[in-house]
């Protein structure tokens, strides 16, 4: 049982480079997310997934998209990277809502 | 939307002190409240969490409480261990959306 795994687990861009970042969970969650961590700032939602088939934007939503391809996988997409997406993303998932979410491993990115 | 304030954010206790992190939070239509620890370079893990129908949660040397009408939580840990060093983060969920506190970074001292 992996849970949340992502992947790449680091990556280097360069300014307007486009990447995506893969998610999958083996829980059978309906809702996953994706959030960034910078120092001092926490965890900052960007999109989720309440079910397969749905998106929301989160509260940093500006630069990514996101597509739920299927109810495990969860992917985000940088389509011109720009030096203030360096971060560490996380994905997430929960049951629903609104119960314990789950997280993988993190990928550390930088846009440089 | 909410907003959730953690503090402090840093703390530093001696080995087998107690520890106490506290956040408020601004709307109450929250009723979900986790807190999950993140060792230095891993992924955030839940350690406990409480519902809004619940005034207070127990685990072993951790435990969480919860003021409906003050809009605050707070984690308490007791006798402090070195494995206890990691960054916290409470979080409060409105039914749709987790929202997290900035972090306390916890060390203990041996």
């Known amino acids: 049982n992996a849970g949340v795994t992502q992947t790449p687990k680091f990556q280097v861009l360069k300014t307007g480079q486009s990447m995506t970042l893969q998610c999958a969970q083996d829980?059978?969650?309906?809702?996953m997310y994706w959030y960034r961590q910078d120092p001092g700032m926490g965890l900052r939602l960007i999109y989720y997934?309440?079910?397969?088939?749905?998106?929301d934007k989160g509260e940093v939503p500006n630069g990514y998209n996101v597509s739920r391809l299927n109810k495990r996988e969860f992917s985000l997409r940088l389509e011109s990277a720009a030096p203030s997406q360096t971060s560490v993303y996380f994905c997430?998932?929960?049951?629903?809502?609104?119960?314990?979410?789950?997280f993988g491993q993190g990928t550390r990115l930088t846009v440089v | 939307g909410e907003n959730v304030e953690q503090h402090p954010s840093t703390l530093s206790v001696q080995e087998g002190d107690s520890a106490v992190i506290k956040c408020t939070y601004s709307d109450s239509a929250s009723n979900y409240f986790p807190w999950y620890k993140q060792e230095l370079g891993k992924r955030p893990q839940l350690i406990i969490d409480i519902r809004s129908n619940v005034g207070e949660k127990k685990d072993q040397r951790i435990a969480v409480t919860l003021n409906k009408t003050a809009k605050h939580f707070s984690l308490h840990i007791t006798e402090t261990q070195p494995e206890d060093s990691a960054v916290y983060f409470c979080a409060a969920n409105t039914g749709n959306q987790f929202y997290f506190g900035t972090g306390t970074s916890l060390t203990v001292i041996p």
């Open positions: 997934s309440a079910s397969e088939g749905t998106t």
């Open positions: 829980m059978n969650h309906n809702s």
């Open positions: 997430a998932s929960s049951n629903t809502l609104n119960t314990e979410a789950f």
